[in-house]
Nanobody, 123 residues
Framework: QVQLTESGGSSVQAGGSLRLSCVVSGGTFKTYAMGWFRQAPGREREGVAS???????KYRDSVKGRFTISQDNAKNTLYLQMDNLKPEDTAIYYCAARADPFWSLQAILYRHWGQGTQVTVSS
């Protein structure tokens, strides 16, 4: 059974940085495309960044140039480096995995999900 465990969420001021981590167990990490999603209160879950098995990446427009997705196959870990954070980035952040090589920002395409980690950005 594939399990995903996120960490790294916190409260920061606008302009600050955070790095989220997601450890994957119970599966073959390097065969999964991975994604980071977020959900703010009263809003739908939205794709933030995704990485395919070939290292290709995709970002939603609002985080381009500020967020960086990466992974360490030796550690079965996915990362999201978030810089120049804004109050509108406040949300619960989830990592997700799909048994497919290609990146995607569509949540419906992901089968495996973590429990989420809270990111709060104050102005």
């Amino acid at each position: 059974q594939v399990q995903l465990t996120e960490s790294g969420g916190s409260s920061v001021q606008a302009g600050g940085s955070l790095r989220l981590s997601c450890v994957v167990s119970g599966g073959t990490f390097k065969t999964y495309a991975m994604g980071w999603f977020r959900q703010a209160p009263g809003r739908e879950r939205e794709g933030v960044a995704s990485i395919g098995t070939d290292g290709a990446t995709k970002y939603r427009d609002s985080v381009k140039g500020r967020f960086t997705i990466s992974q360490d196959n030796a550690k079965n870990t996915l990362y999201l480096q978030m810089d120049n954070l804004k109050p509108e980035d406040t949300a619960i952040y989830y990592c997700a995995a799909r048994a497919d090589p290609f990146w995607s920002l569509q949540a419906i395409l992901y089968r495996h999900w973590g429990q989420g980690t809270q990111v709060t950005v104050s102005s």
